[in-house]
């Protein structure tokens, strides 16, 4: 599923120099003296002015338009080289471990000698050479180094030459000559260098944050510096762990909050003691929910941990605890088997699984039956690795590779025997894999169900209903459509109301072809189609002002589109609050934008299931008298909620009582006993003074508290939009409540979310024979029949905007009856009460 996706406006900021280019003609007889001197101060001049403006004008230009970090400008002018090389013949003992012993100093400064050595003989990389730093030994022996250039600002360009490629070429060319040089000789092999982040360049025995921990089978804990509270910036912190030579390292973190920007804070952990990354095994920033814990484990007995701030926010850091566990090989994971149904994940699940692992399971049902097999969870993401291709990390079943995340993934065997493979290389690992499989008949595969070609069983309800429910479209083809659903050119049944929302939901364009203008034309927001020549031209000829939407040549025509600042100038740009870029003068699109940010990081959201811990930390639940949950409602400031107004308007009066009503935010389980749950008393009931109860026009209400909420990493504010923000049809949202799970059930005991997407408003009109408002917009379930449904009223319906920032773009308000076909839930549309929301309270 695709969204309209609206351009933005880059306006770079450039620096103008006016020359006076009217100069008085110079009047008497000069001497050659003169002339000359003239001539040389003339070019004093140019000189003095290039400077200024490299060095004062220029930096300040560059800092208006996105100030570089620190980290980056270190990064910038520093190449920094980590590796590892064995030593051969040379015994280890555990004097080895400790960097203040003269076994490790001794050997290191020898390594760090020839490191030198070997560089120098490099035309280039001698020349912006700074030093060798030898940080750690391992059994074998195995030392672990890095080495740093420094670039001066004006050689730039020479940073590119400084590759990986020609660091190892140098190694290891040169460096076995420079060990036998030396006065302690060495044989050296196996040396390895990757490009790192100068900020992990540690040396241990001058650092003062970093420690050396032994792991055992009995947990421990560490954390990072000024934990609970926040940790110092700028932080370079790094842990080395060992464990005994016949296990593995299992850390896990319990609490894991670093700010949420992963190039200049983050936690960085290798299955080596050296910043190595063909030897990393993952990196994290941001906060993690207690359901989403980060919990890591390396192939050998060796790890390495670092953490680096830089930034303006300060955050809590980490708690970690750490023990020895048994290494994972081979033969410890995979094997036969023989049972009709059973569950396979990868090892250490959830954990993340260790790097260089094979697991081999090879399934054996009776003969005459085949097998089922459905994976439950999918993510084995890497950077830069191309999911069709799975080179590094993948599951490999009937001779095919699989990696990535997936949300749906589910195969069928031709015979009684199926083999999967799980390979992970020795860099990045991820949660990997849980899945179930069962042996089947295969000449009844799904007794009363629908069987998709992939071998998964649907209800049959599911077949021919629009939605992809099989994965591989099987359930949705050579279907006959009903007259609720719009019949595509390729055969396929889709929805009507999925009609000329600018998605291609048919897949071969049917369903928007009738929509749609002409190539040389334009289509203005209402259908209207006008010449493309009247795009920008500083005029409004569409009706709603779109043909002059995002033009930086139509400043200060004001459009339906256009952003008023505070000072009443308008931001011919669409959306453009909150997309964290400053386009009024007075700076006001960005002010009040500490909202629609989730501080838990979350795993990619699929499908109508359960919510996760903090994953709508903007979501109330109001309770009326003893009944309980009753409606929904979004936290707009650490004062009001927003909610329906149908939830107050009722015959019994005490509905409009504000101590009937209990608030309760936070909250995940209606049954739960959570101390992270506020629960606030209500001080005032606003309803819009013109809502219809027969028609549901206006249907919206504000709730001030008594006391204020703490925003919290479970408790947080929805953005509000601008009357101008444009929430396109065929966008996909989010929906959440504790409703009903379907028509006439009961309600849900744990929040609930379903995707749907935004309807045209003509369709919308028409399958709801024409009872929508201007005031109200509809959207429809993409999530496999969840929908917005009884006691979910008053809650969110929200969207994801291109900055990253999550809008509430309606109220859930009403529907007839739950995820019926062709019948959309219909929501408040929030941009018509954008300015009755700010006077009534001020947000």
Not at 95 to 104: G, N, R, T, V, W
Not at 471 to 479: F, L, N, V
Request: net charge neutral; proline share 5%; with cysteine.
């Amino acid at each position: 599923m695709s969204s309209a996706a609206y351009g933005k406006n880059g306006r770079h900021e450039t620096v103008t120099f006016l020359g006076n280019d009217q100069k008085n003609a110079s009047k008497g007889k000069k001497t050659g003296l003169v002339v000359g001197v003239v001539l040389a101060l003339l070019v004093l001049a140019a000189v003095a002015g290039v400077l200024i403006w490299l060095f004062v004008v220029k930096p300040k230009t560059l800092q208006q338009e996105k100030a570089p970090t620190l980290g980056a400008q270190r990064i910038t002018l520093t190449r920094v080289f980590s590796g590892q090389m064995r030593l051969i013949d040379v015994p280890y003992s555990a004097a080895y471990e400790d960097p203040k012993s003269p076994e490790f100093t001794d050997t290191a400064e020898t390594l760090q000698d020839i490191l030198k050595q070997t560089f120098s003989k490099d035309p280039v990389l001698s020349k912006y050479y700074n030093m060798s730093v030898v940080s750690a030994f391992s059994d074998g022996l195995i030392a672990y180094h890095w080495t740093q250039f420094v670039v001066p600002p004006k050689e730039l360009e020479i940073l590119p030459k400084l590759t990986e490629e020609r660091v190892l070429d140098v190694l290891r060319r040169g460096i076995r000559q420079e060990g036998k040089r030396s006065l302690q000789s060495f044989t050296i092999t196996d040396i390895t260098a990757s490009l790192t982040d100068p900020r992990m360049a540690i040396n241990p025995r001058t650092q003062n944050c970093f420690f050396r921990l032994e792991a055992d089978s009995k947990a421990q804990s560490f954390q990072s510096p000024g934990f609970p509270d926040n940790y110092p910036v700028p932080s370079r912190c790094q842990w080395q762990i060992r464990a005994p030579k016949d296990k593995a390292i299992l850390v896990k973190f319990p609490k894991f909050n670093v700010e949420d920007d992963c190039s200049n804070n983050y936690v960085f952990i290798y299955n080596s003691l050296s910043a190595d990354e063909a030897q990393a095994i993952t990196q994290k920033c941001g906060q993690r929910p207690p359901t989403n814990p980060l919990e890591v484990i390396s192939s050998n007995n060796i790890m390495l941990l670092n953490l680096i701030t830089d930034g303006d926010v300060q955050r809590p850091g980490f708690r970690a605890e750490y023990s020895a566990v048994p290494i994972t090989t081979g033969q410890k994971c995979g094997g036969v088997l023989t049972n009709l149904s059973g569950n396979i994940s990868s090892p250490h699940y959830p954990s993340f699984y260790p790097p260089s692992v094979d697991c081999t399971w090879t399934i054996n049902v009776p003969a005459g039956m085949n097998i089922r097999v459905k994976f439950t969870m999918f993510r084995m993401k890497e950077p830069q690795v191309n999911i069709r291709v799975c080179h590094k990390d993948y599951v490999e079943i009937l001779g095919t590779k699989y990696c990535g995340e997936r949300s749906m993934l589910a195969l069928t065997s031709a015979n009684n025997t199926m083999t999967i493979n799980f390979h992970s290389d020795k860099s990045y690992t991820d949660k990997g894999f849980m899945a179930v499989y069962s042996a089947y008949d295969p000449k009844n595969p799904c007794p009363g169900q629908f069987t998709c070609t992939t071998g998964m069983c649907i209800s049959k309800e599911l077949q021919c209903d629009g939605w992809n429910d099989c994965g591989d479209m099987s359930d949705e083809r050579k279907c006959q459509c009903e007259e609720d659903h719009f019949s595509c050119a390729n055969g396929l049944c889709k929805p009507k109301y999925w009609v000329c929302d600018q998605v291609n939901d048919c897949g071969d364009n049917s369903d928007e072809k009738q929509c749609s203008c002409q190539k040389n034309q334009l289509r203005c927001g209402d259908g209207t189609c006008l010449p493309n020549s009247v795009i920008c031209d500083g005029k409004k000829d569409c009706k709603d002002g779109s043909d002059e939407a995002s033009c930086k040549e139509s400043v200060g025509i004001c459009t339906a589109f256009t952003f008023t600042c505070k000072n009443k100038e308008c931001v011919n740009k669409i959306n453009a609050e909150c997309d964290k870029v400053n386009d009024c003068p007075d700076g006001s699109d960005e002010e009040g934008c500490d909202c629609g940010e989730r501080p838990y990081k979350h795993n990619r959201i699929v499908g109508g299931q359960n919510a996760d811990v903090g994953e709508w930390p903007w979501q109330v639940s109001l309770h009326y008298g003893t009944n309980g949950h009753t409606c929904g409602a979004s936290i707009i400031s650490n004062k009001w909620l927003l909610s329906a107004a149908h939830c107050f308007a009722s015959l019994d009066p005490s509905y409009r009582d504000t101590s009937s009503w209990q608030t309760y935010s936070g909250m995940q389980d209606q049954e739960k006993d959570d101390s992270n749950v506020q629960m606030r008393d209500v001080k005032t009931i606003i309803t819009h003074q013109d809502y219809n109860s027969m028609t549901q026009d206006n249907d919206i209400a504000l709730l001030e508290l008594k006391e204020p909420l703490v925003f919290s990493s479970t408790i947080h504010p929805i953005c509000l939009p601008a009357s101008s923000h444009v929430f396109p049809p065929g966008m996909p949202c989010w929906v959440t409540g504790w409703g009903a799970l379907r028509e006439g059930g009961r309600a849900s005991r744990v929040l609930q979310k379903a995707e749907v997407k935004i309807i045209n408003d003509t369709v919308c009109d028409e399958v709801t024979e024409g009872q929508v408002t201007s005031r109200m917009l509809c959207s429809g379930f993409l999530a496999g029949g969840v929908d917005a449904c009884q006691g979910d009223s008053g809650g969110p319906l929200v969207c994801l905007s291109e900055a990253n920032i999550w809008f509430q773009s309606g109220i859930v308000s009403w529907g007839e009856g739950c995820a019926r076909r062709n019948k959309p839930g219909v929501y408040t549309r929030l941009t018509k009460f954008r300015d009755w929301i700010r006077r009534h309270s001020g947000v």
